[in-house]
């Protein structure tokens, strides 16, 4: 066996080192050094609903119980502001980044200029374009639900409770968004397997309350025998529920309403009937991805996905679960 003394490692090490500062791209996450505590940056992309607040409320907590600084920014839904927070990180010499990109593409910027500094990323609930950064390669990892799946299990729930309605609008996530992406992957695919549904409007509502509304209130207008909404986030559903009241159309009757995040608000709506089914999208980060920088450190291997757990609501457990929603 060929036994590599510890001089050609530190050689070894000392030549990738000028490699990065030379501006040559190399297929290795920085690495973490072990300290007792740690100045770490989170990139959030907005605070406009619940489920950012939640996420952010779980990511300060597990900071502070820790110990550790937390350099916490919010991009306020511009993909542009995300890369100069995460470039103001870099300047600050956090050592390590959580970063929740807004879009696919145009957060790449970001994660490589981490890189080059020599900062780890690890990618918090929605990721970037697999062909333009990998894992394991230009960011650690990423932690999140499977948006793929959240959407096939709306569908597979539809397919099985519809009662012989079939006409879809679906209100899409923001557009280059991986969970809106995946959800209507995910959706589409399922419902179309299932046969005799139609879904005859597809349109962005941007994740957000209002403009799920006004989306909604369009399409309905277009499409008045519309008899089916699934919205990529509870925002967007509790949205078209106003749409569908002031139609003068009762949610839950006449059209079903289906969502994604499961949140306290949309879990009661749920109970009240107004929503028929909500795949959750577990907003509590915290734990889990600071354990995984704290691995990462000890030098263990971490795995290029980390999947969150999700739970399901529906008329049969919505009043029984609403305690434990956030
Ligand atoms: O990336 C997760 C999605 O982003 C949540 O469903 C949504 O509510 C949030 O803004």
């Known amino acids: 066996m060929t036994t590599i003394s510890r001089r050609t490692l530190m050689l070894a090490a000392t030549a990738i080192g000028a490699l990065a500062v030379a501006g040559v791209a190399i297929a290795e996450v920085p690495k ?85 500094a020599g900062i780890p990323v690890i990618l918090l609930d929605r990721s970037v374009d697999p062909s333009l950064a990998k894992a394991g390669e230009d960011y650690l990892t990423f932690i999140g639900s499977n948006f793929v799946e959240e959407g096939k299990r709306v569908a597979e729930w539809l397919a099985k409770n519809a009662n012989g309605k079939s006409k879809i609008i679906e209100l899409e996530g923001t557009t280059g968004s991986s969970p809106a992406n995946d959800r209507k992957k995910g959706f589409d695919e399922a419902i179309q397997a299932a046969g005799g549904f139609e879904i005859v409007a597809s349109q962005t509502g941007d994740f957000a309350r209002d403009k799920g509304r006004q989306v909604a209130e369009a399409l309905l207008q277009a499409h008045p025998d519309a008899d089916i909404i699934y919205a990529h986030n509870d925002e967007m559903a509790i949205g078209a529920i106003a749409a569908l009241e002031a139609a003068g159309k009762v949610p839950g009757k006449d059209v079903l309403v289906l969502s994604i995040d499961g949140g306290k608000e949309a879990v009661q709506l749920v109970v009240d009937g107004k929503i028929a089914a909500v795949v959750e999208c577990n907003p509590r980060f915290g734990p889990k991805a600071f354990e995984t920088m704290q691995r990462y450190a000890k030098g263990e291997a971490i795995e290029p996905n980390l999947v969150n757990e999700d739970k399901f609501y529906d008329a049969s457990n919505a009043a029984a679960e609403l305690a434990n929603a956030y």
Request: hydrophobic fraction near 45%.
């Open 32 to 116: 973490l050094a072990q300290k007792d505590t740690y100045k770490v940056g989170f990139a959030q992309t907005e605070s406009n609903n619940p489920w950012r607040i939640a996420q952010t409320n779980s990511m300060k907590a597990e900071a502070e119980k820790l110990g550790y600084q937390l350099v916490y920014t919010d991009a306020a839904g511009s993909a542009a502001k995300q890369v100069a927070d995460v470039n103001s990180m870099i300047a600050q010499g956090v050592d390590v980044i959580f970063l929740a990109p807004r879009e696919e593409k145009p957060l790449i910027p970001a994660v490589m200029a981490a890189k080059k």
